[in-house]
């Protein structure tokens, strides 16, 4: 039996006979499904017209990218550690070439995916590459499409997966949505990984932040507070987004205070955002 995969969203849904019935992802209003209908394609299709390229994002940090762009259209990233690689975020096609250049790297001791609209193909990625754990916050377990022993839920607001890696629990886009911090990163400045909350900008100077990027729907002003509070206590001399090349040029912290100020100046919320807490109000 093969597996088949939402055209839109990219998601991988569990091995079974002929396709699924409908994309809970896509009918999500956080995503949409296309004027033409629900669309699949079967993993060994993907794998017969799409490739992948591995390419540089940063130091110790490669971007991995499908051409031609495929589903949402975001990259992976393969953080080099000393103890080993850690994927961030996923594509939906993994083929032989990039199990071997994976290996080549050092191989994977584990996975985390920001939210959702990025889990893609994340099973096979682990079974493929040593039955590495998947970390996902257990806030968004309802939206896992393909369950797998290899899924660790996490609680709480952050977690350690290894000495210089923590996930955040940020939320906004999503119940459950995570960013991946690498203090050693960046020459010991600290690499901040964030998907699309918040979303770098075309600019590369500013950040933003949606409840829904495809239809628009703007994120609640405390909830953006909130986000930017999470993440003061943590050093970064880099951000990146979801896409290749899309990290914050310049000082990402204060581009994420400038860029939460601008967005709640334009909701009406003139209240200044302070460093020293960040004026935050409860949620
Ligand atoms: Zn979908
Ligand atoms: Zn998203």
Redesign the pocket.
């Known amino acids: 039996m093969e597996t088949h995969i939402c055209v839109t969203c990219g998601t991988q849904f569990p091995p079974r006979e002929g396709v699924p019935e409908r994309c809970p992802i896509c009918e999500d209003e ?2 949409y499904v296309g004027l033409e209908g629900q669309q699949w394609i079967a993993l060994g299709e993907l794998r017969a017209t799409h490739r992948n390229v591995i390419y540089e994002e940063g130091d110790k940090l490669w971007g991995i990218r499908t051409e031609p762009k495929f589903a ?1 259209g975001q990259r992976a990233l393969f953080v080099e550690t000393p103890k080993g690689g850690f994927l961030w975020d996923c594509v939906s096609l993994l083929d032989a070439d990039t199990v071997s250049r994976v290996q080549g790297l050092g191989g994977l001791t584990g996975i985390a995916i ?5 889990y893609t193909s994340m099973v096979e990625w682990s079974r493929a590459l040593g039955g590495v754990p998947i970390y996902l916050h257990e806030a968004d377990r309802q939206w896992v499409q393909r369950i797998d022993s290899s899924i660790v839920f996490w609680s709480g607001e952050t977690k350690r997966v290894s000495d210089d890696l923590t996930l955040i629990r940020v939320g906004g ?2 119940h459950g949505f995570q960013v991946l911090h690498w203090a050693a990163g960046e020459h010991g400045r600290g690499v901040l990984m964030t ?3 918040p979303q770098v900008c075309p600019d590369r100077r500013w950040v933003s932040f949606m409840y829904s ?1 495809p239809n628009f729907v703007p994120l609640n002003a405390a909830t953006v507070r909130d986000v930017v509070r999470k993440l003061e206590p943590y050093s970064f001399s880099k951000l990146h987004g ?1 896409w290749p090349k899309f990290a914050v040029q310049g000082d990402p912290k204060e581009a994420l205070r400038r860029s939460a100020q601008r967005y709640l100046r334009a909701l009406g919320d003139l209240e200044p955002i302070h460093s020293d807490g960040m004026a935050v109000r409860d949620v």
């Open positions: 956080r995503q949402i920001s939210h959702p609209h990025y886009h999503f998907g699309d909350m990027y979801a």
